[in-house]
């Protein structure tokens, strides 16, 4: 009944999206042990740290350590930057793709980085000079598509408007990026379609927080609206260092269950990406939102196995 | 883009589904005033406890007095009933409505109440004779119709069989319930379409937990296969009793904020919705799973009024 693709790709994001934002710095170790074993479970797209100043995020403060020890496998490591320098870096320290971040939303934009969204725009050329010499591609995001937590709703042409300027800089991709969960399915399903229809072959991502409940069936929609790709991150890391309690990004492992049991490929392995989740929390000493996890697989003997279930 | 109905109703299950696995006994009062505050919010329909053995269930030894001390303000208020005592007690408390359960998976009955299905089914004929002479409709409730954590798949025959009997007793709804969260979107849409093309006119009731992050996208699909009655708890109480930090069901507050949005009416009031869910946390002293009263609604300004929520 539902129009589902036979495949999609999973991006990766929780070792940058999450270990930023816990309050004790992970171990270096920890964090290559993480990355590897979503790369060994069969995620192919790991956005892998951030190179960002030292200062102002010392939990990623070992961005180059990160990537230069990481086993490299076969999987695409992107890295964020937030401007030429962190380009730079990530590019040196031999990151596959590099991940640039605007806000749609210009009372966002100005309340992250103190500019506007056109100086940031603006700041991207450089950039995309540096990564286009390099032959990396650069894949950008568009924060608060779906609504910002300073203005509310974001104007879709304000979205547009960003979308432009990353497809004339020959973005190898874009993220739809529901910063702090205010997408629903209607305005996913709608926003999907626009920029599809107005660039037929860009790559769409979908990058969805679940702060209101409702990232799992923003996904649905978007899949059902053509969209093939999805930002997620392990146990469902990350998320709003100002709503300490919200939920964070969409799980990966629960992602992966969903989309697998519906006959959606992932390439990812569900017992080892649940493996990785539950090492995880152990590495974060924390509860995650994740729930696949603490309940299991569909099959009794190995929900018991893998999770200890005992109904 | 999506297909959507006009309008849902809500069918609030928190305080019996919830309240009956607290550890400590939660106070009448405060029981009552959470009622009270769901009817107030809009919530048409409350199932509000069940009328089972105190000793089996000590959180919900309270029942009878519950029922009489509600404001009964134009809701219907139904109570679950395990047996033919169950019924009469819930009815002599003045009950609108009585709730059976039976689980589709012969194991997960057994090992809930010690009886086959077709002994549960022919203990059925008493409690539905008892509620005709007094005109109680009788809500007819299949467990784990997606799903059993004893035998993993449950044969959809083995479903419809269960249905078939509720429908041959004049059940005033059927509920498909995924006791431990094991849908996804495709079972779901198929199964609500099986049932809707068997028994076009009978009234389909979805109950889903969200122990493995699908519930709000099978909440979405079962709508746009025609579903439009919903069991949700406040703050997404309830669950598991065996797997204690799982999700347990959608959070009212939650579903309200997606539907709404979505031009889905509920009748139910966001703000005075999410107002009683922050105060039932405060009850059972816990952060509960609902994520919308965590960040509020979309507009900045009642986000911060409301939920405290400052970017």
């Known amino acids: 009944m539902l129009k589902l693709p036979s495949r999609v790709k999973i991006r990766e994001v929780g070792p940058r999206d999450g270990f930023q934002i816990e309050k004790e710095f992970i171990p270096t170790e920890a964090k290559i042990e993480i990355i590897n074993a979503l790369a060994d479970a069969g995620v192919s797209d790991i956005e892998a740290t951030a190179f960002v100043s030292p200062k102002a995020v010392p939990q990623l403060r070992d961005a180059a350590e990160v990537i230069t020890k990481i086993h490299r496998n076969g999987a695409v490591y992107s890295a964020l930057v937030p401007n030429f320098k962190g380009a730079q870096n990530a590019i040196a320290a031999g990151v596959d793709e590099i991940v640039v971040v605007i806000s749609a ?68 991709a874009v993220i739809l990026a529901d910063t702090t969960g205010m997408a629903t399915p209607t305005r996913t399903a709608d ?71 519906m006959g959606v490929g992932t390439g990812i392995d569900l017992e080892s990406i649940i493996r990785a989740s539950l090492r995880l929390e152990k590495i974060v000493g924390k509860t995650l939102p994740g729930q696949v996890m603490k309940s299991g697989p569909r099959d009794p003997k190995r929900a018991a196995e893998l999770c200890g279930i005992i109904p």
């Open 105 to 172: 939303s210009d009372a966002h934009n100005q309340a992250n980085v103190r500019r506007t969204v056109d100086e940031s725009v603006a700041d991207l050329d450089d950039i995309f000079s540096l990564a286009a010499e390099k032959s990396i591609p650069v894949i950008c995001s568009a924060a608060t598509a779906f609504g910002c937590p300073y203005q509310g709703d974001v104007p879709e042409s304000d979205v547009m408007k960003l979308v432009d300027a990353y497809t004339s800089r020959s973005a190898a």
């Open 191 to 261: 926003l999907v379609k626009r920029v599809k229809d107005r660039y037929p072959d860009l790559e769409i991502i979908l990058h969805l927080h679940n702060n209101r409940g409702t990232a799992m069936s923003n996904l649905l929609v978007a899949m059902m609206a053509g969209a093939t790709v999805f930002d997620t991150a392990l146990g469902g890391m990350g998320g709003c260092p100002y709503v300490p309690q919200a939920a964070g990004n969409l799980p990966t492992e629960d992602v992966v269950f969903m989309l697998e049991d």
